[in-house]
């Protein structure tokens, strides 16, 4: 596998910049919401700590806005633009793209740069306390304690909790930096979102997500407007679909869905087909990281010890052991899960073609490469039944937010699929 950088499974999103470029040029499509950030960025240079002040100065952190929100759909780049920024806090020169706090940021390793990542279905209320802790500290060497929370909206209500507070209370120095899908109550509580400036990310253009493919990743720019094309919005996913084989061949798989449903047999190969690619693809994108995580543990425990103390050393070992091993099955569910919500959402794209192009609309579609087999479903259904089916497909996907077992919830679209 060549690249891994999805919504699913990036390695808690690394992505490293190219030298001498600004960290913006990161945050892909969005000069709004790049604009508002680089405004505040300059504004927070100029707040004076208490140790700092000058007679007659405002009070202490005054004009910094301690808790941000970052809102947009999957792939937008939320979590790019939470550490594009975050570097901007931590750069003198607001971002350069060449200091040092610039690369570390971005790469994940600045020390006063902390984030939260959910690996498993929800973010826990232990690990939320731990970084709260930390957060509270003053910063080791840069001017700001920040703290990054990806997907926000997996926060579990206790942990959502025991945020609150510090965001209700900010150390004078702590920045917060949530990322979210949207400011709905579904995924975040009222009340944290109350308390933050909310900056709203939309879906980047297909020739903003090509440019960037090609500029950046160094991808064929007949290959980069492809997949910039049918990827949804999602920049993580064009690079996969761009580069990936196994990506096409996934998504082929999914599109294939609606012509088999003219014969039950094939229709349940093809909804087979289609979870059996999302399991391997969770599969794959699991073993890499698991087999280095139980390597790191064998070192950090020091495998083989005959000394004092051996037996409770190896009655601690089996229980990190134990503990590792629930975190990754955790996180497989997880990868498992989204792996098969973005497959139905490729679904839910095609029927809204059908759809949209059923009823004259003229609206980008969301597979293109597939006008001519759209076309023709368009004249051979009703809206009505397009209708049906895309609704079918949202009851699966709540079905497996709601933790209905996959091939159950599948089976179930098949049928609803089938009926029209
Ligand atoms: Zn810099």
Not at 7 to 36: C, F, L, M, T
Not at 276 to 303: F, I, P, Q
């Amino acid at each position: 596998m060549t690249t891994q950088i999805t919504h699913v499974a990036k390695p808690s999103g690394r992505w490293g910049i190219i030298d001498g470029v600004s960290v913006w040029s990161q945050v892909v499509g969005q000069p709004a919401a790049v604009a508002e950030l680089q405004a505040a960025a300059e504004r927070a240079a100029g707040v004076r700590f208490s140790d700092e002040l000058d007679d007659g100065a405002a009070g202490p952190g005054a004009g910094m806005t301690h808790s941000w929100l970052f809102t947009g759909p999957p792939g937008s780049g939320r979590s790019v633009a939470a550490r594009a920024f975050a570097a901007a806090l931590q750069c003198p020169h607001q971002g350069c793209g060449e200091c040092s706090a610039c690369h570390t940021v971005m790469a994940g390793t600045h020390a006063d740069v902390r984030e939260i990542v959910p690996e498993g279905l929800s973010i826990k209320v232990d690990e939320v306390r731990t970084t709260i802790d930390i957060a509270a500290r003053r910063p080791t060497t840069a001017r700001w304690q920040i703290v990054i929370v990806e997907d926000a909206d997996r926060l579990t209500e206790q942990a959502s909790n025991a945020l609150l507070k510090s965001v209700e209370e900010p150390a004078e120095r702590t920045v917060f930096l949530l990322c979210c899908p949207s400011e709905h109550p579904d995924d975040i509580s009222v009340t944290i979102r109350s308390r933050c400036r909310i900056v709203r990310l939309r879906s980047p253009a297909p020739e903003a997500i090509a440019a960037v493919l090609v500029e950046r990743d160094g991808i064929p720019e007949a290959d980069a407007t492809w997949a910039a094309s049918v990827c949804g919005g999602h920049i993580g996913r064009a690079r996969r679909l761009a580069r990936v084989p196994e990506a096409r061949e996934e998504r082929d798989a999914v599109l294939a869905l609606p012509r088999a449903l003219r014969s039950p047999a094939d229709a349940f190969a093809a909804s087979d087909a289609m979870v059996g690619a999302a399991e391997t693809e969770a599969a794959a994108l699991a073993a890499s990281r698991d087999e280095a995580e139980r390597e790191e543990l064998a070192v950090s425990l020091g495998a083989g010890g005959t000394g004092k103390g051996t037996a409770q050393a190896q009655r601690s070992a089996r229980a990190a052991e134990k503990d590792l091993e629930k975190k990754q099955k955790s996180r497989l569910t997880r990868t498992k899960r989204d792996a098969l919500d973005r497959a139905l959402v490729d679904l839910a794209g095609y029927y809204r073609d059908v759809l949209v192009r059923g009823v004259g609309a003229s609206v980008t579609s969301t597979h293109p490469d597939r006008a001519t087999e759209i076309g023709n479903a368009a004249r051979d259904n009703t809206p009505e039944s397009s209708l049906r089916r895309l609704e079918a497909i949202l009851a699966c996907r709540d079905a497996l937010a709601a933790n209905v077992k996959p091939e159950i919830a599948i089976d179930a679209l098949v049928t609803a699929l089938r009926a029209g």
